[in-house]
């Protein structure tokens, strides 16, 4: 490719990546969020601030293995050309603005990862997977909301027997205060794990460009960069998906809220230490049904969790399926 050309598009597709890394934080903003909304301790407008400002430091307290996992670990970077990175982001792109649209709480990593995987095999075929690393990351599509849920499920029966003798009264007061720790520590692993998938779509490209010499690594401008287009993205919310995951699955109060955010945070932070590129809606949906089965089984909406879990299935097919056709149809004007 010309030098005068291939510099103007390696900028514009980086650009392309920053605005899907504000979508993702537009979409799950709501998981950052919902608890803490619906139960009446944050109004929404000072929420979205307080979990765009962790979304945004989160790159202090985590490593980049998730990074590396989405760089290297789910296509091979050696048939990585602008033509796969473009095809991969319209796929997420645009499915993330189709369930946003709806108000379905579907996952943009998978959306993401779906992407990666239709541009390589409309450019390779299957031999362009990294196989191991799809498959560790697809059994976190069942794993990842299932902690969630067994560990929200743990908190909140350890803490109604600690909390036994207390009134309700004083209980709610004190899980008032305790949501913005467990909201806080929700939006670090929302940050971290989320913001780097887009950072290693970002440097993997760089990477295929020759623009990081012979070794992948993820420059600290687009860790900065990707935290930052998160964080924005946070901060102009997705009210419509708040509503899905705050109240129509199950009603919460301050202590139940604080039990799901501990349990999803938890799941998270496990999950980007292991560089496991997981779904932060899977894991908050896994982790408030948890807190609602605890009450009573009848107290989850399982009519709405179930349509969620349909949204989770067919989001990587149909997310790679995009792509795929996108890479096809600029194959067209090349």
């Not at 799809?134 to 743990?154: D, E, N, Q, R, Y």
């Not at 990707?226 to 109060?253: D, E, P, Y």
Request: charge should be positive.
């Amino acid at each position: 490719m010309d030098a005068s050309l291939a510099f103007p598009l390696l900028v514009g597709l980086i650009a392309v990546a920053l605005f899907f890394d504000f979508l993702n934080g537009l979409h799950d903003a709501a998981n950052s969020i919902a608890t803490i909304v619906s139960t009446r301790v944050l109004r929404p407008q000072f929420a979205v601030a307080w979990a765009a400002f962790f979304n945004f430091i989160a790159f202090l307290f985590f490593g980049l293995h998730v990074a590396q996992t989405l760089g290297t670990g789910i296509i091979d970077a050696s048939i990585v050309d602008p033509q796969v990175i473009f095809a991969a982001l319209m796929g997420a792109i645009a499915w993330n603005v189709i369930t946003w649209a709806f108000g379905i709480p579907s996952s943009s990593s998978h959306a993401l990862i779906g992407g990666l995987v239709g541009a390589g095999m409309a450019k390779a075929g299957g031999g362009a997977v990294v196989w191991s690393g799809l498959f560790k990351t697809s059994a976190a599509i069942v794993m990842s909301p299932l902690i969630g849920f067994l560990l929200a499920l743990s908190l909140i029966l350890m803490v109604s027997w600690l909390f036994i003798r207390q009134t309700p009264f004083a209980v709610d007061r004190t899980f008032r205060v305790m949501q913005f720790i467990s909201a806080s520590m929700y939006s670090l692993g929302h940050g971290g794990n989320d913001a780097q998938k887009t950072m290693g779509i970002i440097a993997v490209l760089l990477y295929s460009q020759g623009q990081l010499g012979s070794e992948f690594y993820v420059p600290f401008w687009v860790v900065i960069s990707c935290q930052s287009a998160m964080a924005l993205g946070t901060l102009f919310g997705g009210w419509r998906i708040v509503h899905t995951m705050g109240s129509k699955i199950t009603r919460l109060n301050p202590m139940q809220g604080f039990c799901a955010e501990t349990g999803g945070a938890l799941t998270l932070f496990l999950a980007t230490y292991l560089g496991i590129p997981v779904s932060t809606t899977h894991t908050i949906t896994g982790a408030i049904v948890g807190v609602g089965a605890a009450r009573r089984v009848s107290a989850v909406r399982w009519g709405i969790a179930g349509n969620i879990v349909v949204a989770w299935v067919i989001t990587l097919p149909i997310a790679a399926a995009i792509s795929a056709l996108c890479y096809m149809a600029v194959g067209f004007f090349l």
